[in-house]
């Protein structure tokens, strides 16, 4: 039996405790609700925790443009009504707003997907894990859907100065355009992304068309999916695609966007996928046992979001959880039943029928034939990493570490029914 993998877990609690404001659906909050489960659950006892390092403006450069970064490093709330113009420019406003600690939070998440690629560059873990990242749609020199900085690209980038090839995979229900936009034009990354497209629906990209350009043609893959989609509908095409790319692109190392939008009842999402569902492609993806980058990403109902952010991390840790969810700071959210399950049944109908799926199905894998084998990549000197993280020895006792976060209550992060403030917002992560 092959030893177990060895799990990196990258949080810090300031990423959590921004505000985007109150009518706002994304909450940061989230991912504090997220730690403390996993806290409660004791799965910290199973894996090593880093709190991740404030990735430097030269570090998100290598992506992003400099003015960019620039003017991400410089804007606040109370400086905004001087850069009116640079705000158009940036796509900052109503979606992506300026608020408190904006830079820091990036810095934050961003930090947390370079070192874990890093240290899965360097053979330190085998997985690696950071919630805080899988922001998507943000572009090369602006923000989009809630992201500023693309903190997957940057991550995918690294992980290039060791492999000759990285998959992408993208669980979201939002298309992942950043992440297929900044990589179209090369072999070197293959981008697969299963999600909701048609009716107008944020981003608005992700035609099963959409292949690639140049280099590129055919490794970007478009899953675009219908309405209501469940499980056995999600995961059956999930599995048959990705088995098929991983044996014909034959990656070095594996990016999963674990975006929890895609579970039934998201504030935003109309998917009807169940924790289970979502977590089986966890499962299937893990079973690759290549080099494992796990992030977050979408998901607006923020009770379901740490409940199954929770679950992904057991999976991942080959540990089975009880349904009851054990009392922790956040216990209240998880009200009334307390329990990881999250009620699937009668939510909406699937319009995705049998012959649509085999339709995407058949295209997705005629594209596939087309590569026919994985692309040889002349491999030079590998470039030197521009920050490894030192092992603090104090940081790797999770029993004593992130269990002080400040927790951010506010009245409006409480929300159900005539109460909810935040649902009329249509676009997302």
């Known amino acids: 039996m092959p030893p177990k993998e060895r799990v990196a877990y990258f949080y810090d609690g300031d990423v959590g405790s921004v505000y985007f404001g109150p009518n706002h659906p994304m909450k940061p909050h989230r991912l504090c609700m997220t730690h403390h489960l996993v806290l409660s659950y004791e799965l910290h006892k199973k894996m090593e925790i880093y709190r991740p390092h404030k990735a430097y403006p030269v570090e998100l450069a290598q992506f992003h443009s400099a003015d960019y970064v620039e003017f991400l490093h410089r804007i606040t709330p109370d400086t905004q009504h001087l850069f009116t113009k640079e705000l158009v420019k940036y796509n900052m406003g109503e979606d992506c707003p300026v608020f ?3 830079f820091e939070f990036c810095q934050i998440y961003a930090g947390g997907t370079i070192d874990a690629a890093h240290r899965l560059n360097n053979q330190i873990c085998d997985i690696a894990i950071n919630w805080s990242g899988g922001l998507h749609h943000a572009k090369k020199c602006e923000a989009s859907g809630f992201c ?6 940057l991550g995918i980038l690294e992980l290039l100065k060791h492999h000759a090839r990285v998959l992408y ?18 072999d070197r990354v293959m981008t697969v992304s299963f999600h909701k497209y048609g009716d107008m629906f944020f981003p608005g990209t992700g035609d099963v068309k959409e292949v690639g350009e140049r280099e590129g043609k055919y490794y970007a893959i478009n899953v675009p999916l219908k309405d209501g989609i469940d499980d056995a509908s999600f995961t059956r095409l999930f599995k048959t695609i990705i088995s098929k790319v991983v044996e014909i692109y034959q990656p070095g190392a594996i990016v999963l966007q674990c975006g929890a939008d895609s579970l039934a009842g998201d504030r935003l999402g109309c998917f009807n996928l169940s924790i289970d569902g979502h977590s089986q492609c966890v499962r299937f993806v893990k079973k690759f046992n290549l080099p494992l980058l796990v992030t977050g990403g979408g998901g607006y109902t923020k ?7 929770s679950v992904e991390t057991a999976v991942l840790l080959d540990t089975e959880l ?8 956040y216990i209240k959210y998880f009200a009334p039943d307390y329990s990881l ?3 699937t049944a009668g939510n909406m109908e699937n319009m995705n029928s049998k012959t649509y799926l085999s339709a995407m199905k058949v295209q997705v894998l005629e594209n596939l034939r087309a590569i026919q084998h994985a692309p040889s990549v002349q491999m030079h000197e590998v470039p030197p990493d521009f920050y490894i993280p030192d092992i603090d020895e104090d940081e790797l006792n999770p029993d004593e570490q992130h269990t002080e976060d400040r927790q951010i209550q506010r009245d409006d992060e409480y929300y159900d029914g005539d109460n909810d403030i935040d649902h009329d917002m249509e676009e997302a992560v």
């Open 100 to 102: 408190e600690n904006l």
């Open 148 to 153: 500023y900085i693309n903190d997957l690209v």
């Open 169 to 186: 995979v993208d669980i979201d229900v939002h298309h992942g355009d950043g992440v297929e936009e900044a990589f179209y034009f090369t």
């Open 303 to 309: 009770e379901n979001v740490a409940r199954c952010w």
């Open 322 to 329: 009880p349904n009851e969810i054990p009392d922790n700071d």
């Open 341 to 343: 399950k999250i009620n």
